[in-house]
């Protein structure tokens, strides 16, 4: 397994500022993804984080909104930008290891508030 | 893509009975069926993962089976515990992605 620790663990922003979460992991590992999850609800994937090559967005989610940095093997941030209410969720850093392609492990994940 | 289905939404059991939770998929190429666990305030926890070579693995009081002709896999929890009481989600995955697709939450509460 591996031990992922994000911060910040919650945070409350005012409308329009930004907000970089960040994911570091105790081992290295290839693959990172970044999660959101709206309360009461399920697991929605931002984007994939691999390192050495810039982000994989899902449809729905654009760099300019959510940038990602994945510097090296053990870490990566996501940025929240020009936050706005519908911005208020919960944000998922999780990893794939031993070489597999899909995440299995997550962080406890940063509660961010909106106001 | 996928769409994965589950039910029901909210499991209310008595410690010590069972608890079921289903759930369906529509992709026949999704080959990986994860279930994670996640408590009030933590980030979901694997528990237990099943591939599509396998119809049932156990372990433990945790037992997950997999249909792939109907496409539907199930978690059994048996002899439910308090500490069992979370939230549980299913997912289902192919080899030529990287995404999970995850259902939309079963609320389990075991009632001491």
């Known amino acids: 397994s591996a031990v992922i620790s994000q911060k910040p663990s919650r945070d409350i922003c005012q409308r329009g500022t930004s907000l970089t979460i960040q994911c570091q992991v105790d081992s290295q590992v290839t693959m990172m993804f970044w999660y959101r999850q709206q309360p009461g609800q399920s697991l929605t994937l931002i984007a994939t984080a691999n390192q050495g090559s810039e982000a994989t967005y899902e449809s729905g989610f654009v760099i300019d909104k959510f940038p990602i940095s994945r510097p090296n093997l053990t870490f990566s941030t996501l940025t929240v930008s020009n936050m706005s209410p519908e911005d208020s969720s919960i944000y998922l850093c999780?990893?794939?290891?031993?070489?597999?392609?899909?995440?299995?492990?997550f962080g406890d994940g940063t509660r961010l508030s909106i106001l | 893509g996928e769409n994965v289905e589950q039910h029901p939404s909210t499991l209310s059991v008595q410690e010590g009975d069972s608890a079921v939770i289903k759930c369906t998929y529509s992709d026949s190429a999704s080959n990986y069926f994860p279930w994670y666990k996640q408590e009030l305030g933590k980030g979901p926890q694997l528990i237990i993962d099943i591939r599509s070579n396998v119809g049932e693995k156990k372990d433990q009081r945790i037992a997950v089976t997999l249909n792939k002709t109907a496409k539907h896999f199930s978690l059994h929890i048996t002899e439910t515990q308090p500490e069992d009481s979370a939230v549980y989600f299913c997912?289902?995955?192919?080899?030529?992605?990287?995404?999970?697709?995850f259902g939309t939450g079963t609320s389990l509460t075991v009632i001491p």
């Open positions: 999780s990893v794939a290891l031993q070489g597999a392609r899909q995440p299995q492990h």
């Open positions: 997912a289902a995955s192919a080899n030529t992605g990287n995404q999970f697709y």
